[in-house]
């Protein structure tokens, strides 16, 4: 896009942003090609908010990048993977950049995205993971972060030429979601893909118990009566996505979409099972996060079996393409 991009995208983007980045589905332009604006003469700034501060620091994008992989991803995690996560963390950030065409920070104009992860991604400064790892592993973490962001420089996610949205989350549990499965808008590179190396799927296993009483408190009087012994079950699963997780179930008399169920009792994933024992309900769940686009302990898993990056992100974004964000 050219510096002087046509307000149509301008909206478009505005449109994906407004909601947070936890929770967006993504959106494609149509018939609109990706046209770089010309490179700075210095290295390309970003405005960022920071949440621990209180203020809007400006950083180097790449240098920027660092503390987004570091912040998001484990360090443990294989090189390549941490390379897939830097290229989709560099594609966000341009996406919400004012050079690029994006409206920036909505809840802070001035920036161009926040570290608050509900509506930009995590990020965290050097000082504060040579705290949480301490100083001995700080070294050895640090230059391999570095290492990702550096030899993937510049790189983004295109689709038909245009930034994606490059949305990620830690553990599908074996397969990733397709995004109208969770946020109702169906974005052609966000389809569901299975996940055979997701070594993190029987880590993020967990069983939760809720009193009846809590769920109708949570969930409002149209549930009705929870009840083990009635007529009719306290829980039913009504539609399952592609992947095996609860679009859609029925608690009591009320009907809730399986996102809906999951963010109001704070679970982990929509891979639920339920047991009913007593006046309780306990759901076990299986993953962590919403499932769509780029599953973090699967790009690890793939990392280990000899797979690049490219070939990672292009397996999590169908129809991908990894270009330099200035052109060639």
């Known amino acids: 896009m050219k510096k ?3 307000p149509s995208i301008v909206l478009v983007v505005a449109v994906v942003i407004m909601l947070p980045a936890a929770i967006t589905g993504g959106f494609v332009p149509k018939d609109i090609s990706y046209r770089p604006p010309d490179p700075p003469p210095g290295a390309v700034m970003i ?9 809007v620091e400006t950083m180097e994008l790449e240098e920027y990048l660092k503390g987004v ?3 998001e991803m484990p360090a443990s995690f294989e090189l390549e993977a941490l390379k897939a996560q830097a ?8 996406r919400r950049m004012k050079i690029f065409g994006g409206v920036g920070c909505l809840s802070h104009p001035e920036a161009d995205i926040s570290t608050n992860p509900t509506e930009g991604q ?5 000082d504060t993971m040579r705290e949480r790892w301490g100083y001995f592993s700080f ?4 230059a391999k972060i570095e290492e990702a962001v550096k030899s993937t420089a510049g790189l983004i996610i295109v689709y038909r030429g245009e930034p994606i949205d ?9 397969r990733t979601e397709n995004s109208e499965d969770v946020w109702q808008n169906a974005t052609p590179y966000l389809r569901s893909v299975a996940c055979p190396h997701d070594r993190g799927a029987e880590k993020f296993v967990e069983t939760t118990s809720f009193r009846f009483s809590d769920l109708v408190a949570a969930f409002g009087p149209e549930v009705g009566v929870l009840s083990a012994s009635g007529s009719k079950p306290v829980v039913q699963i009504l539609e399952q996505s592609q992947s095996g997780k609860v679009k859609r179930l029925r608690l009591g008399e009320a009907e809730l979409r399986g996102t809906d169920f999951r963010l109001k009792l704070g679970l982990k994933s929509t891979g639920m099972t339920f047991q009913v024992s007593g006046d ?9 996060g919403h499932g769509v686009g780029l599953c973090q302990y699967g790009a690890d898993g793939f990392a280990k079996q000899g797979y690049g990056y490219e070939e990672i992100l292009k397996h999590y974004y169908t129809g991908v393409e990894i270009i330099p964000m200035f052109g060639d």
């Open 4 to 6: 002087l991009i046509l």
């Open 47 to 55: 405005k960022v908010w920071r949440e621990d501060t209180g203020q």
């Open 69 to 71: 992989v570091a912040a």
């Open 87 to 94: 290229v989709a963390a560099r594609t966000f950030a341009i």
């Open 122 to 126: 995590a990020w965290a400064s050097a």
């Open 139 to 142: 070294a050895k973490n640090w």
């Open 166 to 174: 490059p949305v990620f989350h830690s553990c599908c549990g074996g």
């Open 280 to 288: 309780s309900l306990a759901v076990t769940t299986k993953g962590y």
